[in-house]
């Protein structure tokens, strides 16, 4: 479980307990023990991080997040022509943000704003979010954090001139949210809507 979990599960998971161990004979205080302990156990669930086989390819640009491709759509990044890919996160999937390249954080840019569902394309200009710009060897890409309706906080543990593998673990979003990888024309894509992927294991795509 990641470590930011267990301040979230900890709580209920404490009070629930405590309901059930000292109201063994109250039928209201068992039912709200069960509640405690449900909820406590869904956030160890939610805040699960499993491992994952990452490609060995070098070409290959991987998944940032678990969830839905919702879009694949031209789109310019400061006048450069490029397509960005959409990523849905439902609050079942696995949060843990990944690096979608081995390379180096060149700056690192939080973006206060609103929180829209996750889903709408206004989202991916408009939510709160962390824009994440990485310097690899094939080229520069773009990805976000962003947060939506349920997540109210996303959260980024490198700092610019951070060296990152592909793959390798760089934050999470809590609770329900959206990935954005915004690429260069110089990238193929290989995934279209619909199709859920794997953080850190399936491939977006790969460069030409």
Not at 64 to 70: E, F, I, L, S
């Amino acid at each position: 479980m990641v470590r930011d979990g267990y301040k979230f599960a900890a709580p209920p998971l404490l009070a629930g307990l405590a309901a059930l161990a000292f109201g063994f004979k109250s039928m209201p205080a068992l039912w709200i023990g069960a509640v405690l302990v449900l909820l406590g156990a869904f956030v160890v669930y939610f805040f699960r991080d499993p491992e994952r086989i990452i490609p060995l390819d070098g070409a290959a640009i991987v998944s940032p997040a678990d969830g839905r491709v919702m879009e694949v759509a031209e789109e310019s990044f400061e006048q450069r022509p490029g397509r960005r890919i959409s990523i849905f996160l439902a609050i079942w999937n696995v949060h843990m943000s990944r690096s979608p390249m081995a390379g180096r954080i060149e700056r690192l840019e939080y973006r206060p704003g609103r929180f829209y569902a996750a889903m709408r394309s206004r989202a991916s200009a408009e939510n709160e979010q962390n824009v994440i710009r990485l310097s690899t060897e094939r080229g520069e890409i773009v990805f976000k954090q962003i947060a939506g309706w349920v997540a109210r906080r996303v959260v980024c543990w490198k700092k610019p001139g951070d060296q990152v593998a592909m793959g390798e673990r760089i934050g999470l979003i809590r609770f329900g949210s959206r990935m954005d990888v915004w690429l260069p024309h110089g990238a193929e894509i290989l995934v279209a809507p619909g199709e859920h992927v794997a953080g850190g294991s399936s491939i977006l795509a790969r460069w030409t």
